[in-house]
């Protein structure tokens, strides 16, 4: 089988730095990928780590360790427009790219 | 450019009746993924396509739901009868499968369906 584990919530103020976990058992593992979901939007990709190590993408930042099953996703200088939920996803192999996905973290940016 | 487009954004209607929601992947996209999201069960894979074939419905909940991809540019997803507990956001998403697993998902802005 396959799944992911993240938080439900979490709470940050404006300008501070957020790490959001994401912890997966797999029977295959072919990396991790984070997407981002405004309430009412559509998820939205962020990034992608096939190997271990940190990823950077202008404020966010994205780990993964294979050896720990786990990754992060880390989001700097917060903004409130960052608030959103944020799914961690593992590709199944086959090729044809389909994931699943962890039950998602919802971030809440205060002023 | 075009992203994925799904129709109709909205849909509300009486439980027993028939929905049939539509999806235009991204021109190039040769895998198609039709997903239910609710806030108790979160983003369920239902079924995807590659190269218009049907290679995993093992998440359609059962024989009311039904989709097909009749060419590379269409596909639909079809409720019937439809229940209250359909009531979700359907997404339908699509990427390009040459081989790798890491090519991202684009998803269409949801529709969003109540049975009432």
């Known amino acids: 089988g396959q799944s992911l584990e993240q938080p439900s919530e979490v709470t940050a103020v404006e300008g501070a730095i957020v790490q959001i976990n994401c912890t997966y058992q797999t029977s295959g593992f072919y990396g991790l990928s984070w997407y981002q979901q405004h309430d009412g939007g559509a998820p939205t990709f962020l990034s992608y780590?096939?190997?271990?190590g940190l990823e950077e993408t202008g404020r966010f930042s994205s780990f993964l360790s294979r050896s720990d099953s786990y990754g992060y996703l880390l989001l700097q200088e917060l903004q409130m427009k960052d608030s959103a939920s944020y799914f961690c996803?593992?590709?199944?192999?086959?090729?044809?790219?389909?994931?699943?996905f962890g039950a998602g973290t919802r971030l809440a940016v205060h002023p | 450019d075009a992203g994925v487009i799904q129709s109709p954004r909205h849909e509300v209607t009486e439980m027993g009746q028939e929905v049939t929601l539509r999806c235009k992947p991204i021109?190039?996209?040769?895998?198609l993924f039709w997903y239910r999201q609710t806030m108790m069960r979160g983003l369920e894979l239902l079924i995807y396509f590659n190269n218009n074939v049907p290679i995993d419905d093992s998440g359609m909940p059962e024989d009311r739901f039904s989709a097909k991809m009749p060419n590379a540019s269409f596909s639909t997803l079809k409720i019937q009868p439809s229940e209250p507990r359909d009531s979700a956001v359907y997404f339908c998403a699509s990427s390009f499968s040459g081989g790798l697993v890491n090519q991202p998902q684009h998803f269409g802005d949801g529709t969003r369906l109540s049975i009432l």
């Open positions: 996803a593992a590709p199944f192999s086959g090729g044809y790219n389909k994931l699943i």
């Open positions: 780590n096939a190997l271990d």
């Open positions: 021109s190039g996209h040769n895998s």
